[in-house]
């Protein structure tokens, strides 16, 4: 059986061996994608990482006294995985007309508050992006990356990819402060596939 992810994110595991390392097959049907997870990823519950996720934006919001807002009630987890702690991939979907709220015609709306908000939090660190477009299986994604270097000289590099899709937005979310991790993760965007 392979695993097949909807809105509703109903599972049914699929196991196969790719080579050395044994993977789990995801079928995001809502926008017909599969991707390949290593055993060593953890795939976690999506409906919690949402909540978490919210939970630490409303703390850096009252602890910052800003109102950077996402569209929660729109946005939609679909996969959430970590290998050790700092290095995960995360993919969201939000409706179409909710997306172009989502994306405001700048990938980095998503990425850059938080970013910003520990810049104030470690002001000797150093941020550095990067923004252009890049290709997963033949599809065009506008993909912005930024580098923030902490004072005891920990990187965490973030991507993210965005793309409208099928009628959603689709944004696939790498962080990473291990390089090999990172290359890992970069390795699955490459290898996955879009059912067009």
């Not at 599972?11 to 055993?39: H, M, R, V």
């Not at 252009?132 to 920990?154: A, H, M, R, W």
């Not at 990819?161 to 990172?182: C, E, S």
């Amino acid at each position: 059986m392979k695993k097949y992810i909807s809105i509703l994110v109903i599972p049914f595991l699929f196991f196969a061996c790719n080579k050395s390392s044994k993977t789990k097959e995801y079928i995001l049907q809502s926008i017909g994608w599969k991707i390949n997870i290593p055993d060593k990823f953890t795939v976690l519950d999506s409906t919690k990482m949402a909540a978490i996720n919210k939970k630490a934006m409303d703390s850096a919001n009252r602890k910052y006294n800003t109102n950077i807002d996402f569209p929660y009630k729109t946005l939609i987890n679909i996969i959430d995985t970590k290998n050790k702690q700092f290095n995960n991939l995360t993919v969201t979907i939000a409706p179409y007309k909710h997306g172009k709220e989502y994306l405001q015609e700048d990938s980095t709306k998503s990425i850059k508050p938080p970013f910003d908000l520990l810049k104030s939090e470690f002001p000797s660190s150093k941020i550095d992006s990067t923004s252009k477009e890049e290709f997963i299986d033949g599809l065009s994604f506008q993909v912005f990356k930024i580098s923030f270097t902490y004072p005891n000289k920990t990187v965490l590099n973030t991507t993210t990819y965005g793309k409208f899709y099928k009628g959603y937005y689709l944004a696939i979310g790498l962080n990473y402060t291990d390089p090999k991790v990172g290359s890992e993760l970069k390795e699955i965007l490459n290898s996955s596939k879009f059912i067009k």
